[in-house]
């Protein structure tokens, strides 16, 4: 009993040791990569950051507007990814320095450097970046930026995932734990106690009731030693049985007596040899099925770490996803909302022009009556005067009835176009007619300027779709051309081709502006990618048309351009058209 207890806590020490140090070795490598992975994203947030205000701190620093960059940085200090900013000018003079912050003239930077990462130093890692400004086709560096984070943020923001490896060890290594002390009682000490407890019972002159029986016992190691241990007892037994033979023959052959001694300790001896390899066979044969129980637990062990890591990752990348699809959605409603304000801008100065006439002639409208009616109380009125009044009401009259009806024209283009542009409903409409609507909305916005606007589309072209979104692609079509194509006091034009090809509306647009290069037109429908940042661009306008085609119609768009060239869309919307 004492020599098998030994065994099973030597074993199961050596087991569990082995479980431990691989334990404490994934955890460990876990904790860094969570660190080193939350550092890589504090890095990347600076850098984002950097992106952000580039434009601005480069327009101050080239304005000298130090004011101005001191409230920059402390707006960006109060950000939680950020601990500390530098920025300094062209020489090299620093104008602000906030929070934890680096000696940048350390970094022994060459003149060719734009941005790079800080590597962690005494707890601070962050992102370096020149800041240049454009001005007059031309880049010039103005200074630079470098935006410092700690070793403590990156160590806040994994705290719970911390908390859940260490939760998640301690568990599997309890559970482990609990497990193999079953296991090794149930199938090593219980049967070891039951073989032991029927060994002690054995008695010589009755065998039979001193075999071995180990009942519900299915390991084949201990079932060997039954039969070895059983078939050493029905040996005992012939020999008990031959024993007794020979003592008959005794009293007649005293002289085959030592002859039969012998030969039983020889039979004895080789029974025993034949026991004693029995046993080291079962021996051998019990660590080999001990070694690849071993094999097989600690095989199970990694896939249960591989799977949680994939179960984990999984779950991060959903979630990133989630946000990021929520947050787009976000940005392009905000877009659609900033396109009606824009539109409720233009359409506000060319209803105000015509309300202005109209007001003025109901104004000499109202003289003329009043002295008109002072002229016929005061029996003065001639027939000149009557003929006056009336070439005057009349021309008042035109005029008035001529701007009331543009205003309400443009009113009416208005509220079609922003109702359509903040519903997604579906209705009948006539292609040509509501195309010059969309346009009469956006005339405001490139009236002032040389550009011109051409519509080709069939009268007769009814379908039944969602209007608003026809509008938004037009919108964005028509306001991209006049943001980015043309450069200031530069005559452009722009043409819109409406044709129906079978159940499809295809709508070709180009204009004649500066065109995209290579690189430029690989991202054009990316969010946030515009060339005219500082003249108001959000780089959502091209994205809204893709989801539109795609999403909304279930159709195609294509794009052609070449710097110099302009730029020409093809597109092609799946439709229902209302034959006459």
Known sequence: MST?????????????????????????????????????????????????????????????????????????????????????????????????????????????????????????????????????????RVGDVTLFSTRDIALERIKFSLYFIFGNA???????????????????????????????????????????????????????????????????????????????????????????????????ARKTSSLSQVLTDLERRKDELERRQEKLEREIRQRKIIEEDLRETNQQLQTSVTASERLQD?????????????????????????????????????????????????????????????????ESADLLEGNLNRASELLASFKQVAVDQTSDAVRVINVKDYLESVIQALRPRFKNTPHQLELDCPEQLNVRCNAGALAQIVANLILNSVIHAFDDNQQGHMRLRVTRQGDVLRLQYDDDGKGLTEAQQAQLFNPFFTTRRERGGSGLGTHIIHNLVVQSFNGKISVKAAPGEGLAYTIELPIQFMDA
């Open 4 to 140: 098998t207890t030994n065994i099973s806590k030597s074993l199961l020490t050596n087991v569990l040791s082995v479980y431990f140090v691989l334990t404490l070795i994934v955890t460990c490598v876990q904790v860094m990569g969570e660190y080193f992975d939350t550092k890589s994203q504090l890095v990347q947030e600076l850098q984002n950051q950097q992106s952000t205000f580039s434009n601005s701190v480069a327009r101050s620093l080239w304005e000298y507007n130090n004011p101005q960059i001191e409230a920059i940085a402390e707006g960006l200090i109060n950000i939680p990814a950020i601990a500390g900013i530098v920025i300094r000018d062209e020489a090299g003079d620093v104008i602000v320095k906030l929070g934890l912050t680096e000696n940048i003239n350390a970094l022994a930077l060459a003149p060719e450097v734009e941005d790079f990462v800080i590597e962690e130093h005494n707890g601070l890692f962050g992102y370096y970046s020149s800041i240049i400004f454009e001005f007059a086709g031309t880049s010039n």
């Open 170 to 268: 301690i568990i599997k290594s309890t559970f482990l734990i609990v497990l193999f002390m079953l296991a090794f009682n149930r199938m090593l000490n219980r049967p070891m106690n039951m073989l032991t407890q029927q060994i002690r019972n054995f008695r010589l002159d009755d065998l039979e009731h001193s075999r071995i029986n180990l009942k519900n016992n299915r390991h084949a190691e201990f079932k060997m030693l039954e039969q070895a241990y059983n078939q050493l007892l029905d040996n005992l037994e012939d020999y008990q049985d031959d024993l007794k033979r020979t003592q008959q023959q005794l009293l007649q052959a005293n002289r085959q007596l030592d002859d039969q001694n012998a030969m039983l300790e020889q039979e004895v």
């Open 330 to 394: 976000q940005l392009i409603e905000a877009e659609k909302l900033a396109a009606l304000g824009r539109l409720v801008g233009g359409i506000t100065h060319d209803v105000g022009t015509p309300l202005g006439i109209g007001v003025t002639a109901a104004s000499v409208l109202n003289e003329k009556l009043d002295a008109m009616q002072q002229a016929l109380e005061s029996k003065q009125l001639t027939e000149s005067q009557l003929r006056d009044f009336l070439s005057a009401g009349k």
